[in-house]
């Protein structure tokens, strides 16, 4: 039978490439966006996060950009290594709901090879 | 370990039995939230709880789903009358005011 849910959107790149994760949102209210990795087995951790008063923002080799004008955000993560391979999810949050009630994208799984 | 905590990791039962998972918060936070994964999906948002009070529940949490947190510390989530569809990773998080921390998940499997 099928697997329902098994067909994520996959990225495959060589350690030290940098990576582009890619997300897509259709809620106009939402003002928060977080990006998350969840490695097999364990919850989702927080890698960083943007208002959508920004359009940019960066971390130690993460940087989030935010596109509102197509609801697109995307996770740059610079000089990837292996440890970094995860499936990330982008997580929107609806002004006026409280920080922690979040709609999760679908998810990418990531593979860095050595 | 000063994280979030959470107990079974694991549970396999029989549709139609009940089953229970806790969830104990890092301990300065006054916010704690439960979410259910399956397979190849993100988490979805359940309910959550500021201290004692409940204040949202999700549509996902039918009448056979009941969370509390009593004394505004660790909350239980009680799934009555397990169904199949009830399989899934049930995730706690909790959060001081904004980022999320998750704890590792109590994977439910109903047979």
């Known amino acids: 039978g099928e697997s329902v849910g098994l067909h994520l959107p996959t990225l495959s790149v060589q350690e030290g490439d940098n990576s582009i994760i890619n997300c897509a949102y259709s809620n106009s209210a939402s003002d928060y966006f977080i990006w998350y990795k969840q490695e097999s087995g364990k919850g989702p951790q927080f890698i960083i996060d943007?208002?959508?008063?920004?359009d940019k923002r960066q971390g130690q080799r993460v940087t989030v950009l935010l596109n509102k004008t197509v609801k697109h955000l995307s996770l740059q993560i610079a000089a990837t290594q292996p440890g970094d391979s995860a499936v990330y999810f982008c997580a929107e949050n609806e002004e006026g709901t409280s920080y922690g009630k979040l709609t999760f994208g679908q998810g990418t799984i990531l593979t860095v090879h050595p | 370990d000063t994280g979030v905590s959470q107990d079974p990791r694991h549970k396999i039962t029989k549709r139609g039995q009940n089953v229970t998972f806790r969830c104990d918060p890092i301990?300065?936070?006054?916010?704690l939230y439960w979410y259910r994964q399956t397979l190849g999906q993100g988490p979805e948002f359940l309910t959550y709880?500021?201290?004692?009070?409940?204040?949202?529940k999700s549509r996902l949490l039918s009448d056979r789903f009941s969370a509390e947190r009593p004394k505004g510390s660790f909350s239980t989530l009680e799934i009555q009358r397990t169904e199949q569809g009830d399989s899934a990773m049930y995730l706690c998080?909790?959060?001081?005011?904004?980022?999320?921390?998750f704890g590792e998940g109590s994977r439910l499997t109903v047979l």
């Open positions: 998080a909790s959060s001081p005011r904004g980022e999320l921390f």
């Open positions: 943007i208002r959508s008063n920004m």
């Open positions: 301990s300065e936070h006054n916010r």
């Open positions: 709880f500021q201290n004692e009070a409940q204040l949202e």
